[in-house]
């Protein structure tokens, strides 16, 4: 039997952190055989529902830090509620600053400028990524915006969309600053929705050769007598 120390009483003051001498921790659930062990009375313990054991639940425990460094490096509430075993509703109370942040962010960058080979673009993100959009026959408002800070603490933001039945997304590096700040292309298809040549086909098409039609054709020459 392996034998764990108490760490530190939760924020949410219902469970107790514990720890075992490997590091691995756990969380052990205040209830009412919890306080019953705690006072050493045995009568009330055994009277519980379960008279066997209590109900100790081993999770990846993290810290509400933890949690919100993880959220904010762009993991979704979800994920981190996999990996860790944790409750999905812990992990969202501790989450919803940061993803407010997050939203903000990717907000912000909208209104920042794309960078381009001679300087900032006049548009904003948002209308060089809208007007690409309308350019290729999609619907810029069903777009969906999301940014996550970086190891650099630099904010990388992400634009999806759908063409078709294809989903696709571009990433930018945004830059906040003075009129907004800037945004530079990260993968190729954040360079192709801020390409001043956006109206071009997404695939290269042969050019068509120029007819004349003012010109008449000139009639073939009757065959020759055999």
């Known amino acids: 039997m392996r034998e764990l120390k108490v760490v530190e009483l939760d924020v949410d003051a219902?469970?107790?952190?514990?720890?075992?001498?490997?590091?691995?921790?756990?969380?052990?659930?205040i209830d009412?055989?919890?306080?019953?062990?705690?006072r050493g009375d045995r009568g009330a313990f055994n009277r519980s529902a379960d008279q066997t054991m209590i109900d100790v639940e081993v999770h990846n425990v993290l810290r509400p830090r933890d949690i919100q460094a993880k959220i904010r490096?762009?993991?979704?509430?979800?994920?981190?509620?996999?990996?860790?075993?944790?409750?999905?509703?812990?992990?969202?109370r501790f989450a919803h600053p940061?993803?407010?942040?997050?939203?903000?962010?990717?907000?912000?960058?909208t209104a920042a400028h794309p960078v381009l080979s001679d300087g900032p673009s006049v548009l904003t993100l948002l209308e060089t990524v809208s007007t690409a959009l309308v350019g290729r026959g999609l619907d810029p408002d069903a777009t969906n915006w999301d940014a996550w800070r970086n190891e650099d603490g630099r904010w990388?933001?992400?634009?999806a969309w759908k063409a078709g039945r294809s989903d696709n997304v571009a990433h930018f590096r945004f830059t906040p600053g003075a009129h907004g700040g800037t945004?530079?292309?990260?993968?190729?298809?954040?360079?192709?929705?801020?390409?001043?040549?956006?109206?071009?086909?997404?695939?290269?098409?042969?050019?068509v050769a120029q007819l004349d039609f003012d010109t008449p054709v000139a009639a073939a020459p009757p065959p020759a007598p055999a």
């Not at 762009?74 to 969202?92: D, F, H, L, T, Y």
């Not at 990388?156 to 634009?159: G, L, N």
Request: proline fraction near 6%.
């Open 14 to 29: 219902n469970t107790v952190l514990c720890q075992s001498d490997s590091g691995e921790k756990f969380t052990l659930r």
């Open 98 to 109: 940061v993803l407010l942040e997050r939203s903000r962010a990717a907000e912000l960058a």
């Open 156 to 159: 990388t933001v992400q634009v």
């Open 183 to 207: 945004v530079t292309a990260f993968d190729e298809a954040a360079y192709q929705l801020i390409d001043p040549d956006f109206a071009r086909p997404l695939r290269p098409v042969a050019p």
């Open 73 to 92: 490096a762009g993991a979704s509430v979800e994920q981190v509620a996999n990996a860790s075993g944790m409750p999905i509703e812990r992990v969202e």
């Open 32 to 38: 009412d055989r919890f306080r019953a062990a705690a």
